[in-house]
């Protein structure tokens, strides 16, 4: 199968392609907007695709199967940014696979993007912008898996989760590198198809949290 990851060279798509690439029947490719960023990619075993999200993305996805959107403005630039990469850029990737005929598109959310006026100011144009793209994304007619992760850490991989459709995440966290594992294993993972899920770390193993959504 050939696996897009949009936000390649972030820190969960890093782990996203590093986990993938476990896999031998899997072809997991790494978009990216600087060419040197192309090494890290391969170091993971990944292909790296040169493109960029505030771009057209239509070429990145060409022979494409699955497409995992975990691409962030992050947390040092404005509202346009948030926009553009996190809203808009999500919407445009959505539209390019359906375009293209791809099928399955699993989607990095966050809690609270179900109900960002509940947040608090500085956090609330950016789940708004969450919460547009999977709505986009629910409305396309493509098999979707939506997953919102709560605090995520750099903590080393706990393994086991808690997954659910509304969880109450009071101090709740996750490492990056679970969410990684999540994401990675919804593409194939058909419990997950066209659902929509919070996590965190909980007591399950990973493969059997999903199964039981």
Known sequence: MNILIAGAHGTTG????????KNPQMNVYGMIRKKEQAQTIKGLGGHPILADLEGNVD???DNMEAIIFAAGS??????????????NGAIKLVDAAKKKGIDRFV????VGSDHPEQAQEGMRHYLESKRDADEHLK??????TIVRPVALTNEQSVGKIFADEKVDHTNK??????????LAQSVTEETTFNKTFEI???TLPIKEALNNI
């Open 74 to 87: 992050g947390p040092n630039t404005g509202p346009d940014k948030t926009t553009a990469v996190d809203k």
């Open 107 to 110: 989607m990095l959310s966050s």
């Open 200 to 202: 965190f770390s909980g």
């Open 14 to 21: 890093k782990q996203i392609i590093k986990e993938l690439s």
């Open 173 to 182: 966290s996750i490492p990056r590198a679970d969410v990684a594992t999540v």
């Open 59 to 61: 070429k990145a996805v």
């Open 139 to 144: 409305a396309s007619g493509l098999t979707y």
